[in-house]
């Protein structure tokens, strides 16, 4: 009977384990996920890599009241990479703009790479953790990862 009731456990488990959702997803990375500033980023297979590309364009309410006429002016939609450090970059829209790489995979639920961050136009090193099949944490830091900050991002269904 104690036999009978260990093999039940343990089929129920591997099913549990191999059909939950982030399993059960071959790249759990990819589809649109929602962030902090309610812009979407659609992630993408580029080469070994994941690529996040904003496909949704939303901007902080302080920045958009300090920017409202100009943003007003052009629509949020067609808002430009305004604040690169690169002046030959400002003219990229924002809509489309490449703003993840992470490839190198740390475990089965971290990845790290760079992040750009359109708010203040630099690049940072980053990474990626899969919290759940709804869930990610994207962290950039500075100083050689002395000082990070991160937010947490929404799958999008």
């Known amino acids: 009977m104690k036999v009978k009731n260990i093999f039940s456990l343990s089929v129920f488990l591997f099913i549990w384990l191999f059909t939950s959702p982030i399993y059960a997803q071959k790249n759990p990375l990819l589809g649109v996920w929602l962030t902090d500033v309610k ?5 993408e297979k580029c080469g070994n890599a994941y690529c996040g590309y904003i496909s949704k364009v939303s901007i902080r309410p302080k920045l958009y ?3 409202k006429q100009a943003i007003d002016k052009i629509g949020v ?3 430009y990479d305004y604040f ?19 490839e ?3 475990s089965d639920i971290i990845y790290s790479g760079e992040v ?9 090193k980053g990474k990626v953790e899969l919290l759940n099949n709804t ?5 950039g830091c500075i100083l050689m990862g002395l000082l ?5 991002w929404y799958r999008i269904k």
Not at 84 to 102: A, E, F, H, T, W
Not at 135 to 139: I, N
Not at 148 to 152: G, R
Request: hydrophobic share 25%; with cysteine.
């Open 77 to 79: 939609e067609n808002a």
């Open 135 to 139: 869930q990610l944490r994207l962290s």
């Open 116 to 124: 750009y961050n359109p708010e203040d136009g630099k690049t940072y």
């Open 84 to 102: 690169n450090k690169n002046p030959d970059l400002r003219s990229r829209r924002l809509l489309g703009l490449q703003v993840l790489i992470v």
């Open 148 to 152: 990070c900050q991160s937010e947490i």
């Open 65 to 67: 009241e300090k920017n």
């Open 104 to 106: 190198k995979k740390q």
């Open 39 to 43: 812009s979407h980023v659609t992630m």
